[in-house]
């Protein structure tokens, strides 16, 4: 099980830290969903829920490759 940072996610979406940083507080369904930690205010993702997430959010035509 992998995580990822925000900077992490900015590379695979191909978005700015700071963009995915917005995003997090200002437009959080624009992102994958987040993996909360008890007791932990830092922001990570699973790299499974953010390639699922992708999957599910490609044209049709593209789901099968």
């Known amino acids: 099980m992998q995580t990822l ?3 992490d996610l900015a ?4 978005r700015s830290p700071a963009t995915i940083a917005t995003e997090v507080t200002k437009a959080p369904h ?4 987040r993996l909360q930690l008890p007791g932990s205010r830092r922001v990570l993702w699973l790299r499974s829920d953010v ?3 992708i999957h ?3 044209p049709e035509k593209y789901r099968n490759i």
């Not at 624009?30 to 969903?33: A, E, I, M, N, Y």
């Open 30 to 33: 624009k992102l994958p969903p």
């Open 51 to 53: 390639e699922e997430w």
């Open 5 to 7: 940072t925000i900077k």
């Open 11 to 14: 590379g695979l979406l191909n």
């Open 56 to 58: 599910e959010h490609r």
